[in-house]
């Protein structure tokens, strides 16, 4: 007998159909996984039967979880269900929460909502919940507010508030996407834990293949609105029946093939050297007398790269990873240490040349930040031209750009709202080549993407990188992604880079305990999980 | 909501006709007095009737429409002028000393009621329509840099904006390549709700006698001198008093369908 017996479920959008025929079971206390790409119709799956679908939205068909059809239900009897019987969190624990109320008001009011515990109840609920999930009273007041946590800490009261109540069925949608690798690995075992010991069906959204595998027993495969394969975890890694399964797979085992870079010539120099680069920041005063105390975002850091060659920068959000990127391309002073290009020092703002600033260019992670709006394609690709002056032939080299990174010439016209999130990767890649720099900064450049879209992107960053002798700084969290496209990697902790050396070297057999922990808390799909014919075709 | 901006744009370009056609034909000489015919009640000669001096206060309706936008249009100007680069300078040079000094001094004019500052400028200029934009538009300053600044900061914190920067663009270039287009849609919606704020602030300076001087037409005027006879002759005071209530309401009608047109993100839920 299932817990949530899903039949035909169907939803349209003002027409559009988002749904069509999506079939599947989850039991009792069972962890189950819809893993599929962005806009495959996961989380509108998980809205709809949490009667949440957006406006103008019309579901069909049947769901039903424990003798009731929760898509013929009424509003008033889902808000019962909402947080008692079913419990949801999201993505983003920085926007999960409500800033303005503590945590301990936020846990208890589930339960006040519910009526199921008095004001003082609740609260000896929310404590013992808070404390469950990994927050102790001791050190984790019911009084603290969202901002005085962590990301991950908010995901775990994100996760008390949803479970207050001991519901049925919690539905994570993407709940560790937006955290660290190490924070991930803590919040999953968090959730593996709670449906473990209370008996609760979790059913895990993700787009992330090595997570389903170490989490879920059984697994569906979703693909525009459709689920095109199911099963038992182990048996569908292993058979991988449909097409679109295979070709998923295929991309996140994908490994671009990439010529290891030469070692630099006798005499020549490096492309980039950092010494000993030190970047502080002044924090607020603690008390109205009180000196500001400082903050070592990069914490005597020193590197070099040299031409052609491809360096991973790896490390937790907040460790200074970006900090040291910005320096780099000169937008920020250091306060101790030197950055040297080609050899000539790396000055802040204006007081850099021109010509020097032109060897340096940079790729950011959000797709959909990354460009003004307003602005056509071919404006938007010409920017660094500031740089050098606009040359006669622009408007070819825009052309010669964009076809380069495989889109059309003609796309110059569009405006940028016009691309999907991969073909805006591939103009900024494209922005960041037309003044042939010799360095390029790559800021988390693939994280944002889709398995699929991603590996054509590294596919367009190493065949780039041979043609025109680039070298790549690659700032990553994401060890798998570094591991495939570079030479060396730094792993970089709190300002400080703690190891470097060959990529593989480094990777196979870390020193550092933080190396360590990073690769032990990455998810991975099982060795013997994967086929033999696959692993031989990439 | 359609049907709002509808209206909004209907009455809004009624007050604009009515002051472009003032300028060529009103029925009236709005100078001439005729004792003989004041306070007549509407009719055929006269429309919305006379005034008690005879006038006719359709004409004078049509031509004080061109004292308030006159003097609304150009205390928007001044803000907008003075109040977005300024907003522009604060947002690019954020917590420095040159930030501080603008949105202090913003702090600084918002301290003053903006009628004690109009009196004294009045008192120290005497008083004339040219007195009344200026008290208007220093105030428009610090709401238009205000908003420029809000709306900016938010932007610099944008990947574009770095892109800019590695592409060696300095912060005064990048305010108005980049900053200045993605915060003109806000602009254009704060200078609607600022242009009727000025044609109530301008009737409001007339009707105390510190606005525009007899014999230009002005709608805070005519409501002045009509208020005593308010009960001998209503339609004095009712045409007047209705000419800036449906102005004011149209263009924030208006203002308020262009922010649901030009806003972005609205634009994307739709």
């Given at each position: 007998?299932?817990?949530?017996?899903v039949?035909?479920?169907?939803?349209?959008i003002?027409?559009?159909?988002?749904?069509?025929?999506?079939?599947?079971?989850?039991?009792?206390?069972?962890?189950?996984g819809?893993?599929?790409?962005?806009?495959?119709?996961?989380s509108?799956?998980a809205?709809?039967?949490?009667?949440?679908a957006?406006?103008?939205?019309?579901?069909?068909?049947?769901?039903?979880?424990?003798?009731?059809?929760?898509?013929?239900l009424?509003?008033?009897?889902?808000?019962?269900?909402?947080?008692?019987?079913?419990?949801?969190?999201?993505?983003?624990?920085?926007?999960?929460?409500?800033?303005?109320?503590?945590?301990?008001?936020?846990?208890?009011?589930?339960?006040?909502?519910?009526?199921?515990?008095?004001?003082?109840?609740?609260?000896?609920?929310a404590?013992?919940?808070?404390?469950?999930?990994?927050?102790?009273?001791?050190?984790?007041?019911?009084?603290?507010?969202?901002?005085?946590?962590?990301?991950?800490?908010?995901?775990?009261?994100?996760?008390?508030?949803?479970?207050?109540l001991?519901?049925?069925?919690?539905?994570?949608?993407?709940?560790?996407?937006?955290?660290?690798?190490?924070?991930?690995?803590?919040?999953?075992?968090?959730?593996?834990?709670?449906?473990?010991?209370?008996?609760?069906?979790?059913?895990?959204?993700t787009?992330?293949?090595?997570?389903?595998?170490?989490?879920?027993?059984?697994?569906?495969?979703?693909?525009?609105?459709?689920?095109?394969?199911?099963?038992?975890?182990?048996?569908?890694?292993?058979?991988?029946?449909?097409?679109?399964?295979?070709?998923?797979?295929?991309?996140?085992?994908?490994?671009?093939?990439?010529?290891?870079?030469?070692?630099?010539?006798?005499?020549?120099?490096?492309?980039?050297?950092?010494?000993?680069?030190?970047?502080?920041?002044?924090?607020?005063?603690?008390?109205?007398?009180?000196?500001?105390?400082?903050?070592?975002?990069?914490?005597?850091?020193?590197?070099?790269?040299?031409?052609?060659?491809?360096?991973?920068?790896?490390?937790?959000?907040?460790?200074?990873?970006?900090?040291?990127?910005?320096?780099?391309?000169?937008?920020?002073?250091?306060?101790?240490?030197?950055?040297?290009?080609?050899?000539?020092?790396?000055?802040?703002?204006?007081?850099?040349?021109?010509?020097?600033?032109?060897k340096?260019?940079?790729?950011?992670?959000?797709?959909?930040?990354?460009?003004?709006?307003?602005?056509?394609?071919?404006?938007?690709?010409?920017?660094?031209?500031?740089?050098?002056?606009?040359?006669?032939?622009?408007?070819?080299?825009?052309?010669?750009?964009l076809?380069?990174?495989?889109?059309?010439?003609?796309?110059m016209?569009?405006?940028?709202?016009?691309?999907?999130?991969?073909?805006?990767?591939?103009?900024?890649?494209?922005?960041a080549?037309?003044?042939?720099?010799?360095?390029?900064?790559?800021?988390?450049?693939?994280?944002?993407?889709?398995?699929?879209v991603?590996?054509?992107?590294?596919?367009?960053?190493?065949?780039?990188?041979?043609?025109?002798?680039l070298?790549?700084?690659?700032?990553?969290?994401?060890?798998?992604?570094?591991?495939?496209v570079?030479?060396?990697?730094?792993?970089?902790?709190?300002?400080?880079?703690?190891?470097?050396?060959?990529?593989?070297?480094?990777?196979?057999?870390p020193?550092?305990p933080?190396?360590?922990?990073?690769?032990a808390?990455?998810?991975?799909?099982?060795?013997?999980?994967?086929?033999?014919?696959?692993?031989?075709?990439? | 909501?359609?049907?709002?901006?509808?209206?909004?744009l209907?009455?809004?370009?009624?007050?604009?006709?009515?002051?472009?056609?003032?300028?060529?034909?009103?029925?009236?000489?709005?100078?001439?007095?005729?004792?003989?015919?004041?306070?007549?009640?509407?009719?055929?000669?006269?429309?919305?009737?006379?005034?008690?001096?005879?006038?006719?206060?359709?004409?004078?309706?049509m031509?004080?429409?061109?004292?308030?936008?006159?003097?609304?249009?150009?205390?928007?100007?001044?803000?907008?002028?003075?109040?977005?680069?300024?907003g522009?300078?604060?947002?690019a040079?954020?917590?420095?000393?040159?930030d501080?000094?603008?949105?202090?001094g913003?702090?600084?004019?918002?301290?003053?009621?903006?009628?004690?500052?109009?009196?004294?400028?009045?008192?120290?200029?005497g008083?004339s329509?040219?007195?009344?934009?200026?008290?208007?538009g220093?105030?428009?300053?610090?709401?238009?840099?205000?908003?420029?600044?809000?709306?900016?900061?938010?932007?610099?914190?944008?990947?574009?904006?770095?892109?800019?920067?590695?592409?060696?663009?300095?912060?005064?270039?990048?305010?108005?390549?980049?900053?200045?287009?993605?915060?003109?849609?806000?602009?254009?919606?704060q200078?609607?709700?600022?242009?009727?704020?000025?044609?109530?602030?301008?009737?409001?300076?007339?009707?105390?006698?510190?606005?525009?001087?007899?014999?230009?037409?002005?709608?805070?005027?005519?409501?002045?001198?009509?208020?005593?006879?308010?009960?001998?002759?209503?339609?004095?005071?009712?045409?007047p008093?209705?000419?800036?209530?449906?102005?004011?309401?149209?263009?924030?009608?208006?203002?308020?369908?262009?922010?649901?047109?030009?806003?972005?993100?609205?634009?994307?839920?739709?």
């Open positions: 007998m299932s817990l949530l017996a039949r035909d479920l169907t939803l349209a003002r027409g559009a159909r988002v749904l069509a025929g999506v079939d599947f079971d989850i039991a009792a206390g069972e962890v189950f819809l893993v599929g790409e962005s806009g495959s119709g996961k509108m799956t809205l709809a039967l949490m009667g949440l957006p406006q103008g939205a019309r579901a069909a068909g049947r769901a039903d979880f424990a003798g009731r059809n929760l898509l013929a009424p509003e008033r009897a889902l808000t019962g269900l909402r947080g008692n019987e079913i419990g949801m969190i999201f993505q983003e624990p920085m926007t999960a929460l409500n800033p303005m109320k503590t945590i301990g008001d936020q846990v208890a009011e589930t339960l006040l909502i519910h009526r199921a515990a008095t004001r003082a109840g609740a609260r000896a609920i404590r013992e919940t808070l404390a469950r999930v990994g927050l102790p009273g001791d050190r984790f007041a019911l009084s603290l507010y969202p901002h005085e946590l962590s990301g991950g800490q908010r995901q775990r009261v994100a996760i008390a508030m949803a479970t207050a001991r519901p049925k069925l919690l539905i994570a949608d993407e709940p560790t996407t937006a955290l660290d690798v190490t924070t991930q690995a803590q919040i999953l075992d968090l959730l593996r834990g709670l449906a473990r010991d209370e008996g609760m069906a979790l059913m895990l959204i787009h992330d293949l090595a997570v389903v595998a170490g989490m879920a027993a059984r697994v569906a495969v979703m693909q525009a609105g459709r689920i095109v394969e199911r099963g038992a975890t182990a048996a569908l890694f292993r058979t991988r029946a449909h097409d679109y399964t295979r070709r998923l797979f295929a991309a996140s085992e994908h490994r671009p093939l990439r010529r290891p870079a030469r070692p630099r010539q006798k005499g020549g120099g490096a492309l980039l050297s950092v010494e000993g680069a030190v970047r502080e920041y002044r924090l607020p005063r603690p008390g109205a007398f009180a000196p500001h105390p400082r903050l070592r975002a990069v914490d005597a850091v020193s590197l070099t790269i040299d031409p052609g060659e491809s360096v991973g920068l790896v490390g937790e959000s907040g460790c200074g990873k970006s900090t040291l990127s910005r320096a780099i391309l000169g937008l920020d002073p250091l306060q101790a240490g030197v950055i040297r290009l080609d050899g000539r020092q790396v000055t802040p703002g204006h007081t850099m040349p021109p010509q020097m600033r032109a340096m260019q940079v790729v950011f992670q959000d797709p959909y930040g990354s460009f003004n709006p307003r602005h056509r394609v071919e404006r938007l690709v010409s920017e660094p031209f500031h740089l050098t002056g606009r040359p006669r032939d622009a408007r070819a080299r825009v052309a010669a750009a076809e380069e990174v495989g889109l059309q010439a003609d796309d016209a569009k405006y940028i709202h016009e691309f999907s999130g991969g073909q805006r990767q591939r103009i900024a890649i494209a922005r080549l037309i003044i042939r720099p010799a360095l390029i900064i790559l800021d988390e450049a693939v994280s944002a993407l889709d398995v699929r991603r590996a054509q992107v590294l596919d367009l960053l190493v065949a780039l990188q041979a043609s025109h002798g070298a790549y700084l690659f700032i990553s969290h994401d060890l798998g992604v570094v591991r495939k570079t030479d060396r990697v730094l792993v970089m902790q709190a300002g400080r880079i703690v190891e470097q050396g060959a990529t593989e070297a480094v990777l196979t057999r020193e550092h933080h190396t360590r922990a990073l690769i808390a990455t998810p991975t799909i099982p060795a013997d999980w994967k086929e033999p014919a696959n692993a031989a075709q990439t | 909501m359609r049907a709002a901006f509808a209206l909004g209907g009455l809004s370009f009624a007050a604009l006709a009515a002051a472009l056609v003032s300028l060529v034909w009103t029925p009236h000489d709005v100078t001439a007095l005729a004792i003989a015919e004041r306070l007549r009640p509407p009719s055929a000669a006269h429309w919305l009737g006379t005034d008690h001096f005879g006038r006719d206060i359709a004409s004078m309706l031509a004080g429409a061109r004292t308030s936008i006159a003097v609304a249009l150009v205390a928007v100007g001044i803000g907008l002028g003075l109040g977005v680069p300024l522009l300078l604060a947002a040079r954020r917590g420095t000393l040159a501080e000094v603008v949105m202090r913003n702090d600084l004019i918002f301290a003053f009621p903006s009628l004690v500052i109009a009196i004294l400028i009045t008192a120290v200029f008083p329509a040219v007195n009344a934009i200026i008290a208007i220093i105030f428009n300053v610090p709401v238009f840099a205000r908003v420029t600044r809000g709306a900016a900061l938010s932007l610099w914190t944008l990947d574009f904006i770095r892109a800019a920067e590695v592409a060696g663009k300095g912060r005064i270039r990048i305010s108005a390549e980049h900053i200045l287009p993605n915060v003109a849609s806000l602009l254009v919606v200078g609607t709700i600022q242009f009727s704020l000025g044609i109530l602030a301008e009737a409001g300076l007339s009707y105390v006698g510190l606005g525009a001087q007899p014999p230009l037409p002005s709608w805070g005027r005519m409501l002045a001198e009509a208020q005593t006879m308010v009960t001998l002759a209503p339609h004095v005071a009712i045409f008093g209705l000419a800036i209530v449906l102005t004011v309401l149209g263009l924030n009608l208006m203002g308020d369908g262009l922010r649901d047109r030009l806003d972005p993100r609205l634009r994307r839920a739709a």
